[in-house]
């Protein structure tokens, strides 16, 4: 089992459920977080002074998904929440060791 | 004299609608340019100002201003408490046809808006109690003798110095009360210009705007030619100052802002506010787009050479506006607008200006000195400056347990 943690652009956050919801990728948690990445901000200009911003809101989904929808997941992802511009957004993956139903007792791949 | 009852309306009205521009004008204004977890405390700042003076000004601010004038220097309290006042239904004195009663409230609500607005500077970093302590002290030292001298017969009055609706008396005294407290409290560690909520700004810039027609049209004390002349060039200048300051922004970094043009539109309104009584269009539209400009720069380049922490541009706005308004009279005023005054150098008085411009000189130095004073004080007292921490979290949780946003 997988995790996949993508940060996206906020305003991508529709389109990219919708797109994991029709290659039945269904179950997410999603989180507003703040960052940045390599390219520092933006700048926003108040009264005529400009002001870096350099931690920038963006939206994280949290993913746990079988190995074997990994790939469609990320390509999923890839196609809707990419604009061509900086700060797009990154994608982890990581092993998860253990997954349990808390309702059922459930473990493993019939959890997810 | 007799009471006009359509003056009355109007002064009625014109009071409600100055309250207006304190709560919530200001408050929402100044809540929507700050960080988010100071939101409350900066509108909690403008209320508890406007209850405060709302008391002082009847026990004893309004009698100390407009009372008895004794050395030219302050009014004289004849009636503590506003006492027997309201019981003989006297008409003002320097409004007679309406009562006594109706001219003291409308008053009262320059004196609380005038420190309300001081309070845009020292955000996100200020003591609340220290600030209960300074806003009794500041009106009575500093507003209450400065509106005696300009409005209540003392000696710039005597001089001939003319500020109709408070150019003089409203924004600059704040404005420069600002400077010099921000100069004793010290600048904020983030001393960014980040609002949260521009959307909350728009609506408290609206309500000053429509506020203001109340505070320089009603500045007539009646209702008539004048009233409706003041209200023209208020809302030009105010139009003007808005379009001007775009225009800066569009040169200067290419966009135009919406806080930018928020901007222009207070600067237009606070240039006008001194002249409103005593000025034509014309002379309003240059009011205005000058005024403008110099606040743009007062704001995006004097400020950040010299370094102070005018959290919300109190004295880049008021102080300065306050100052070219002041000034324009002694340019501008017109005698076939108002019959108190023989003009200003466009008709070949000279005077004018010269007192013009020695009652904004006196008057900033006085605001300043005492200001400064007066912030030196409480700092040994109580102090001035919330902890470290406390500045970091925000204020709203820290000094009311409450927080503005809780949204999930």
Same mark, same amino acid.
């Given at each position: ?112 | ?204 810039? /609206?309500?000053?705007? !429509? =506020?203001? $027609? ?6 007539? *004390?009646?209702?008539?030619?004048? &009233? @409706? ?113 023989? /003009?200003?150098?466009? !008709? =070949?008085? $000279? ?6 411009? *020695?009652?904004?000189?006196?008057? &900033? @130095? ?43």
């Amino acid at each position: 089992m997988k995790k996949i943690l993508a940060i996206i652009r906020p305003d991508k956050l529709e389109a990219v459920k919708n797109a994991l919801e029709k290659i039945g990728c269904h179950g997410m948690t999603v989180r507003d977080v703040k960052g940045r990445g390599r390219q520092l901000g933006v700048t926003e200009n108040y009264r005529g002074r400009d002001y870096r911003i350099d931690i920038l809101p963006k939206t994280e989904i949290e993913i746990v998904t079988r190995e074997t929808d990994v790939e469609g997941i990320v390509q999923a992802i890839i196609e809707t929440a990419k604009t061509g511009d900086i700060g797009d957004g990154k994608i982890f993956i990581s092993s998860v060791e253990e997954v349990i139903r808390i309702r059922t007792g459930e473990r493993g791949d019939k959890a997810i | 004299m007799i009471l006009d009852s359509g003056d009355t309306a109007w002064m009625l009205i014109s009071t409600a609608l100055v309250i207006l521009m304190t709560i919530p004008g200001v408050a929402l204004f100044y809540g929507g340019l700050i960080r988010k977890e100071n939101v409350l405390n900066t509108m909690l700042l403008s209320f508890v100002t406007f209850a405060i003076v709302s008391v002082l000004w009847f026990i004893y601010g309004y009698d100390l201003t407009f009372g008895a004038d004794m050395w030219g220097v302050i009014g004289s309290i004849t009636n503590p408490v506003f006492n027997g006042v309201l019981e003989s239904k006297s008409l003002a004195t320097l409004a007679p046809t309406i009562p006594t009663g109706l001219y003291a409230i409308f008053q009262m609500t320059f004196a609380a808006i005038t420190v309300a607005l001081i309070s845009g500077a020292v955000v996100e970093r200020m003591k609340f109690s220290a600030w209960l302590a300074f806003v009794p002290v500041w009106l009575t030292l500093v507003y209450v003798p400065v509106a005696h001298w300009m409005w209540g017969g003392g000696f710039l009055a005597q001089m001939g110095a003319l500020d109709f609706a408070g150019g003089i008396v409203v924004h600059l005294t704040s404005g420069i009360a600002a400077l010099a407290l921000v100069l004793v409290l010290g600048a904020r560690k983030d001393i960014r210009l980040l609002p949260h909520h521009l959307g909350y700004s728009v609506m408290g810039a /609206g309500l000053l705007w !429509f =506020g203001w $027609f109340g505070f320089n049209a009603g500045s007539a *004390l009646s209702a008539g030619n004048l &009233a @409706v002349s003041a209200m023209i060039v208020t809302n030009t200048s105010a139009a003007v100052g808005m379009i001007a300051w775009m225009l800066m922004d569009k040169l200067k970094t290419g966009k135009p802002t919406l806080l930018g043009a928020l901007s222009g539109a207070i600067a237009g309104l606070a240039s006008i506010t001194p002249a409103a009584g005593y000025v034509n269009v014309t002379a309003a539209i240059i009011i205005g787009f000058f005024a403008s400009i110099f606040a743009y720069n007062a704001v995006s380049w004097l400020k950040p050479r010299l370094g102070y922490d005018d959290a919300l541009d109190v004295f880049g706005i008021h102080g300065i506006c306050g100052i070219t308004g002041a000034v324009a009279i002694g340019i501008f005023a017109n005698p076939l607008i108002n019959s108190v005054t023989t /003009g200003g150098i466009l !008709f =070949g008085n $000279f005077n004018l200006l010269g007192v013009q411009l *020695l009652a904004v000189a006196v008057v &900033a @130095v006085y605001s300043f000195v005492l200001t400064v004073v007066i912030a030196k004080i409480i700092d040994k007292i109580i102090g001035l400056r919330v902890t470290d921490e406390h500045e970091v979290q925000g204020l709203d949780v820290n000094l009311h347990e409450e927080s503005g946003y809780r949204l999930s």
